[in-house]
């Protein structure tokens, strides 16, 4: 059987004191699904057995930052979900928000499936990639899309746009890099039919966590 051997797998982090403050009463929801990342999905290849010591920060929270850019009720489909990140911890500190997965890889999906089932969540995990119209059918009008590290944000967006109706927003965390590039991407971006592009900073207090996220808009055309 293949993936990490019992013994070799790192602990399960404890929650740290700030994630009560992000969650509330989802803490217990979030420890499960932290517990879910650093076992079943070290297991699956979906997380490297050397993230799980900083699940918490570098991917829970982090993710879960995100929710300052996400206005209130929004729909979110969360595109190259992965693990659930940033969609499920995003969905777990606004429990406001209505909340599809989307991921094309089968073994991502079944991970979804059982991380929805467990929290007991009324997520919509849907497989296939954000382009294709069987995906968009099943998503429906969408407000915000969210998505972390999955493709440059040029590519990002001929993906995402025919999921964006005029006026939803699209919430990317990106890397360094990225955000140096981002000046320079703006014509081409805006060329593609964006507006209001800006890098916003996230979870300020939230120490290692904190991030930043490039949020832009569908304009009319």
Known sequence: ???????AR????????????????ALGDAERYVAML????????????REVPRLWERHVLNSAAVAEAVPAGARVVDVGS???LPGIPLALARTDVRL?????MARRVEFLDQAVAALGAPWTVVRGRAEEKSVRAAVGPVDVVTARAVAALPRLVSWCRGLLRPGAQLVA????????????LV??????????????AVGVGLGD?????VVMTRGTR
Not at 1 to 7: D, F, I, K, N, V
Not at 173 to 184: I, K, M, Q, T, Y
Not at 209 to 213: F, H, L, P, Q
């Open 1 to 7: 059987m293949s993936g990490t051997p019992e013994a």
């Open 10 to 25: 790192p602990a399960v982090p404890a929650a740290p004191d700030v994630a009560r403050t992000v969650f509330g009463d």
């Open 38 to 49: 650093a076992t079943d999905g070290v297991t699956r290849g979906l997380i490297g057995p």
């Open 82 to 84: 992965g693990a659930g």
């Open 100 to 104: 599809t997965l989307v991921e094309p």
């Open 173 to 184: 965390l990106v890397g360094a890099r990225a955000l140096e590039e981002l000046p320079a």
């Open 187 to 200: 014509p081409e971006l805006e060329a593609a039919g964006m507006r209001d592009i800006h890098p916003r």
């Open 209 to 213: 966590a904190a991030t930043t996220v």
